[in-house]
């Protein structure tokens, strides 16, 4: 991965009979394709403390399908640690399709359990456990969500001006987001916009942000900053509709930007929509934060021009 490769792009989008819009986009979609813009991010610290502790490999969680599974595998690999994969579902195994497949080549161990085992993914007691069944492993959480991770994703605006009023970006677990609170200056709102159902996300990037400010005056400032889109789902995390789809082949055609429907495609929908409507006023400056996810999006390679 490089991240001098992460650039900034000034884009000019038109849509329908309006003006075009201006905005910069930070494309650290571009970092590695498969350690996918913000995984590398949220990774890096994480594996830096590895090292720093002489752990032999680190050890994380994902879905079937997880982005940061594969990316932990490569990373990993990358710095020369082990690693091991905890799966959600003990009916999958690693021929179960391409992410799978992907992670032993990087040296990943794939472990499968059941989803009900997996909810257990936080609870400090299973934590313990696995910590006395793989003592040379770091122990990463599902998607990075950890302060190693926040820090990370504190980087991703070294390279901008960072004197933007509105930013947009897509959100999981809110870790990336998390970061991004915590670099940008007052003027700006970070407009979050999840991929999951549900209002979860504005707490649990609290919780987040105290792991760093520990102070939670301090975290309910910053949480001034954050918008958090709770409808622009589309339906749910992996519901993928044909109006969400065709947007992303538009955009491709308009400005050869790819989007994944999981993840990027929402957040763009959302800023695209946040201009039509005026949200965004016209000397407004705007940036799009390209996470990533292209590897995720295969399952849809039918229905999008690109893949
Ligand atoms: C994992 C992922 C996200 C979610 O990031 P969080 O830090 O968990 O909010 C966003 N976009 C893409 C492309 C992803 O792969």
């Known amino acids: 991965m490089n991240t001098s490769k992460a650039v900034l792009e000034k884009v000019r989008l038109s849509i329908g009979k309006g003006e075009p819009f201006s905005f910069d986009i930070q494309r650290d979609d571009l970092i590695d394709p498969i350690i996918s813009g913000n995984k590398w991010r949220k990774l890096k610290y994480n594996l830096l403390k ?12 994902g879905g079937p399908f997880s982005n940061h599974l594969i990316a932990t595998a490569k990373a990993a690999h990358h710095f020369n640690l082990k690693s091991i994969g905890i799966v959600r579902g003990n009916e999958l195994n690693q021929d179960s399709n391409a992410t799978l497949k992907a992670c032993p080549d990087f040296g990943m ?43 990370g994703c504190q980087h991703i605006l070294k390279e901008t001006d960072n004197d933007y009023d509105h930013i947009y970006l897509a959100g999981g677990t809110g870790t990336t987001a998390a970061g991004v609170v915590l670099s940008v200056p007052d003027k700006t709102t970070v407009n979050l916009v999840s991929a999951l159902k549900g209002d979860f996300l504005e707490k649990e990037i609290k919780q987040l942000l105290y792991l760093v400010l520990n102070d939670n005056q301090l975290v309910d400032e ?6 958090v889109v709770n409808d622009g789902h589309f339906g749910g995390y992996a519901k993928v509709p044909e109006e969400l789809l065709d947007f992303i082949n538009t955009i491709y055609s308009k400005i050869q930007l790819k989007l994944d429907p999981i993840y990027t495609g929402k957040a763009f929908y959302k800023l695209v929509n946040d201009f039509e409507n005026g949200t965004i006023k016209v000397n407004d400056k705007v940036l799009f934060i390209h996470t990533g996810g292209l590897q995720g999006a295969q399952t849809w390679k039918d229905k999008i021009d690109f893949l």
Do not use: C, H, W
């Open 50 to 61: 590895a090292e720093e502790l002489f752990k032999l490999g680190v050890l994380t969680f």
């Open 109 to 151: 161990n794939l472990i499968f359990i059941s989803r009900s085992e997996y909810q257990r993914k936080d609870d400090p007691y299973f934590l313990k456990e696995l910590s006395s069944k793989y003592p040379d492993y770091f122990i990463v959480p599902e998607g990075g969500k950890n302060y190693y991770g926040v820090i």
């Open 222 to 227: 910053y949480m001034q900053r954050l918008n």
